[in-house]
């Protein structure tokens, strides 16, 4: 059994959107291993996306992810990694296939609801950034 971090970001939570999101992953077949609501401080949002410290969007991306509170889940189930990305779509929301969370809420390329893990190594780290091992069943 694979698990991933998903997390629905300040936009989807201030938009209401938590109870769809869930519910898309759920109709999927994908179990919620562990939640919680975070509000990070832009030194936090620094850290969680440090792999993207030198991209232009750096500074705009950890200020929005600071901005309101997002929630955090832990997701679970086969082949989860791949999954979740194909319910989130392209980090582009015009590029976003139909049906997809990106496509159907997402307002501007940053302002795109949700975030999923890309890799086995990454969903580990991730994980381990928002929950420890207590808060996980
Ligand atoms: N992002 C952005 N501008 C870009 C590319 C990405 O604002 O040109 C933001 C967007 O919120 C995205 C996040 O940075 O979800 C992380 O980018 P990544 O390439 O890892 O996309 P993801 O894995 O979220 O699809
Ligand atoms: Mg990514």
Do not use: W
């Not at 971090?5 to 109870?19: A, M, N, T, W």
């Not at 990106?102 to 381990?128: L, W």
């Amino acid at each position: 059994m694979e698990r991933t971090l998903s997390i629905i970001k300040p936009d989807g939570v201030e938009r209401k959107l938590v109870g769809e999101v869930v519910k898309r992953f759920e109709g999927a077949g994908i179990r919620i291993a562990a939640v919680k609501m975070v509000h990070l401080t832009k030194d936090q949002a620094r850290l969680f996306y440090a792999v993207h410290r030198e991209r232009p969007f750096f500074e705009s991306l950890t200020e929005f992810m600071s901005s309101g509170p997002l929630v955090a889940m832990v997701l679970e189930g086969e082949n989860v990694i791949q999954k979740n990305r194909e319910i989130m779509g392209a980090t582009n929301y015009k590029e976003a296939a139909p049906g997809t969370l990106r496509h159907d809420f997402a307002t501007d390329i940053e302002k795109n609801v949700v975030h999923g893990s890309d890799a086995p190594q990454t969903a580990n780290q991730e994980i381990a950034f928002f929950f420890n091992a207590l808060e996980i069943s």
